[in-house]
Nanobody, 123 residues
Framework: QVQLVESGGGLVQAGGSVRLSCAAS????????VGWFRQAPGKEREFVAA????????INAESVKGRFTISRDNAKNTVYLQMNSLKPEDTAVYYC????????????????WGQGTQLTVSS
């Protein structure tokens, strides 16, 4: 069992930066790949980025390549999403999720989900 808690969201101006954190409970956090997803009002949930158990492999959505960076610190049971050059279209609730399988874009393959953190980017 893994419990995930996101933090770091809020209100930021376009062009700004924010770092989201996903803190996990459990001693086996390093056994899980973690993904970030987001959902804007009236839209479907969208994949953002994922990272493997070791942190050596990352996947990014095309829409955030070059702007967002996913990383993890297994000693702190935390995964981060560094978000730079933010745009109003990045406004969404951001969720982290964990899977005991490989890092993937497919939300259905993640077993555990956090409650989400709201990010609003003003123009």
């Amino acid at each position: 069992q893994v419990q995930l808690v996101e933090s770091g969201g809020g209100l930021v101006q376009a062009g700004g930066s924010v770092r989201l954190s996903c803190a996990a409970s459990g001693r086996t956090f390093s056994s899980y790949a973690v993904g970030w997803f987001r959902q804007a009002p009236g839209k479907e949930r969208e994949f953002v980025a994922a990272i493997s158990q070791s942190g050596r492999t990352t996947i990014n959505a095309e829409s955030v390549k070059g702007r967002f960076t996913i990383s993890r610190d297994n000693a702190k049971n935390t995964v981060y999403l560094q978000m730079n050059s933010l745009k109003p279209e990045d406004t969404a609730v951001y969720y982290c999720a964990a899977t005991s399988g490989i890092a993937t874009r497919r939300a259905a393959l993640y077993d555990y989900w956090g409650q989400g953190t709201q990010l609003t980017v003003s123009s």
